[in-house]
């Protein structure tokens, strides 16, 4: 199940702001990246994962990431129903999204950039990497901004 499966708490002070994610726990992560969208025409999608799971944190400006449940990894129905959460660096929430599903994203606003935390390292998840048509399951355009 796809969730936010941490909330950041903030600390703000005359030294400035403090982020903590003292319930993220870093157990399982073997690695991680950054994606930064320097426009909000670029689409990354679809990305599917048999066994990966991935986490997503904004760390400026915002994201619509999309999930959708994967059915057939080989050849997937075009009738899924994906969903998507709108996340701005202000949220402080780190989005999981576990093995099963298929992910991507677009910046809200330019220059935005997210960090991923992945549950695989690089040459494990080059085997469980599955690319679907950016145009299947939701109309990127069209979606509801923050």
Same mark, same amino acid.
């Given at each position: 199940?796809?969730?936010?499966?941490?909330?950041?708490?903030?600390?703000?002070?005359?030294?400035?702001?403090?982020?903590?994610?003292?319930?993220?726990?870093?157990?399982?992560?073997?690695?991680?990246?950054?994606?930064?969208?320097?426009?909000?025409?670029?689409?990354?999608?679809?990305?599917?994962?048999?066994?990966?799971?991935?986490?997503?944190?904004?760390?400026?400006?915002?994201?619509?990431? %999309? $999930?959708?449940?994967?059915?057939?990894? =080989?050849? /997937?129905?075009? *009738? @899924? &129903?994906?969903?998507?959460?709108?996340?701005?660096?202000?949220?402080?929430?780190?989005?999981?999204?576990?093995? %099963? $599903?298929?992910?991507?994203?677009?910046? =809200?606003? /330019?220059?935005? *950039? @997210? &960090?991923?935390?992945?549950?695989?390292?690089?040459?494990?998840?080059?085997?469980?990497?599955?690319?679907?048509?950016?145009?299947?399951?939701?109309?990127?355009?069209?979606?509801?901004?923050?």
């Amino acid at each position: 199940m796809v969730n936010l499966s941490s909330e950041g708490i903030s600390f703000i002070d005359d030294r400035g702001k403090l982020v903590a994610f003292n319930d993220f726990s870093l157990e399982k992560i073997k690695r991680m990246y950054q994606i930064e969208h320097s426009d909000t025409s670029i689409i990354r999608a679809w990305q599917g994962h048999r066994v990966e799971s991935k986490w997503f944190y904004v760390i400026s400006g915002s994201f619509t990431i %999309g $999930y959708v449940k994967i059915d057939d990894f =080989i050849t /997937p129905s075009e *009738k @899924l &129903i994906a969903n998507y959460k709108n996340i701005s660096v202000n949220d402080n929430k780190v989005l999981h999204i576990p093995a %099963g $599903y298929a992910n991507g994203l677009k910046a =809200i606003e /330019p220059q935005s *950039k @997210l &960090i991923i935390f992945s549950d695989l390292s690089l040459e494990e998840a080059k085997e469980d990497n599955y690319k679907f048509d950016s145009n299947l399951w939701l109309d990127w355009d069209d979606l509801k901004s923050i």
